[in-house]
């Protein structure tokens, strides 16, 4: 897949503000700040389109960035640590609910791990439903730049062990490891689905 167009069309609370039309969608799953808008800006070539911050829980809303007129990438709101209060954890918990309970044209999620921690109960909890649901998926080590190779050997094994995908796509914003095999399984998610209008040429 080459990507030649991406825009950032809606940020939403609520399914009412999810864009129109039934283009195949793909969301990216994961912990707050855990690189989920340095991975966008790094797969679609366009700097800063997915804001970033240093600020565990700064993204509240279902992001939605349409790549070549053919289908969406939907950031979801980071879970984990973030420091917020319960309240505003429920309500991203009933936002996402609405989202991924909905929505007709998912065909992929790409689910986005630091490498330099050990899934926990969330993560499983995210397997457990992908693989409950059947929908498509992809596993993603961001920072890999951040472990010396050796290290990022280690860490790639001890997660194989943790998580259900035997191949991981060890990922780097800052030197660009792993784009193409990232592009390549979101190409085979929206093919699977049916997905229109991808230029496809890797």
Known sequence: MRITKAEFIAAAYKPAQYPAGALPEVILVGRSNVGKSSLIN????????????????KTQTINFYRINDGFYLVDLPGFGYANVPKRVKKSWEAMVAAYVNERANLRGAVVILDPRRDPGDVEEGVYRWLLGECIPRATVLTKSDK??????????AAIKKAIPDPGPIAFSSVTGEGKIALLRRIQEMLEGGGGAGINSDI
């Open 42 to 57: 790094a797969i679609v070539g366009v700097k800063g389109l997915a804001k970033t911050s240093s600020v565990p829980g």
């Open 147 to 156: 472990l010396s190779r050796n290290e990022m050997h280690s860490r790639l």
